[in-house]
């Protein structure tokens, strides 16, 4: 089993349309979570962090439920502009910089 | 802000060569990263830094070295390229473990090599 999952995609959506993606992990004793946005053939950069009761930055909303392991991310109204591939990402021990990372999931937000 | 710098961009190798991918950031940052992305796969760690002097492998070590001399510079090293090795390779680094809530880790805009 991989330590972080996510669905591939794409997710082929209409702009305005809300979508949300799933990622699994395997630690259960994993200690930050994070979005990261990737688009094509450019580096990963930092959408959000996941707070463990939830949190929210405009159009976009990342729950963690520690419980079953999983994160989400929400996007509501969507934009051409949100077309990328989202990293689910994942610290599982402390005092480290020890990213593990998801394949991503890539959305694709046509007019 | 020149961020995390990765040079060079794009290489292309034959098979048994050797060399240096350089990796540098001017945020003073004491951690630092070196991940390689193959499609399906994910990023990948192979080395990182906890800061100056200090190196420890990551998932795939095997066919590469690090050193970290300065707190600035993290090379990546590749020491007889192989096919294996066709990857995108991205270095990156934040100021403290990503373990703090909402530290973000810098990536570089990657380095493309392609082994023949």
């Known amino acids: 089993r991989k330590e972080v999952e996510q669905d591939p995609g794409p997710f082929n959506v209409p702009e305005g349309a809300t979508v949300a993606f799933n990622c699994t992990y395997s630690?259960?004793?994993?200690?930050?979570f994070f979005w990261y946005r990737q688009d094509c053939r450019k580096e990963p950069k930092l959408l959000m962090s996941?707070?463990?009761s939830g949190n929210e930055d405009g159009r976009f909303t990342a729950q963690l439920n520690r419980a079953s392991q999983y994160i989400s991310l929400l996007i509501r109204d969507s934009k051409l502009s949100d077309s990328a591939t989202y990293l689910c990402?994942?610290?599982?021990?402390?005092?480290?910089?020890?990213?593990?990372f998801g394949t991503g999931t890539r959305l694709q937000v046509f007019p | 802000n020149a961020g995390v710098t990765q040079t060079p961009k794009f290489q292309v190798l034959k098979t048994g060569q050797s060399m240096t991918l350089q990796c540098a950031q001017d945020?003073?940052?004491?951690?630092m990263s070196w991940y390689r992305q193959d499609p399906g796969m994910g990023l990948r760690l192979i080395h990182y830094?906890?800061?100056?002097?200090?190196?420890d492998q990551g998932e795939v070590p095997n066919g590469y070295n690090v050193s970290r001399s300065t707190t600035e510079d993290f090379p990546l090293r590749l020491l007889s390229a192989a096919p294996s090795q066709t990857s995108v390779y991205f270095c990156?680094?934040?100021?403290?473990?990503?373990?703090?809530?909402?530290?973000?880790?810098?990536f570089g805009q990657g380095t493309r090599l392609t082994v023949v």
């Open positions: 990402v994942v610290n599982p021990l402390r005092n480290t910089d020890k990213l593990i």
């Open positions: 996941v707070y463990s």
């Open positions: 830094s906890v800061g100056a002097g200090i190196t």
């Open positions: 990156a680094s934040s100021s403290v473990p990503t373990t703090v809530m909402n530290t973000e880790a810098f």
């Open positions: 630690n259960s004793a994993s200690q930050s």
């Open positions: 945020m003073n940052h004491e951690y």
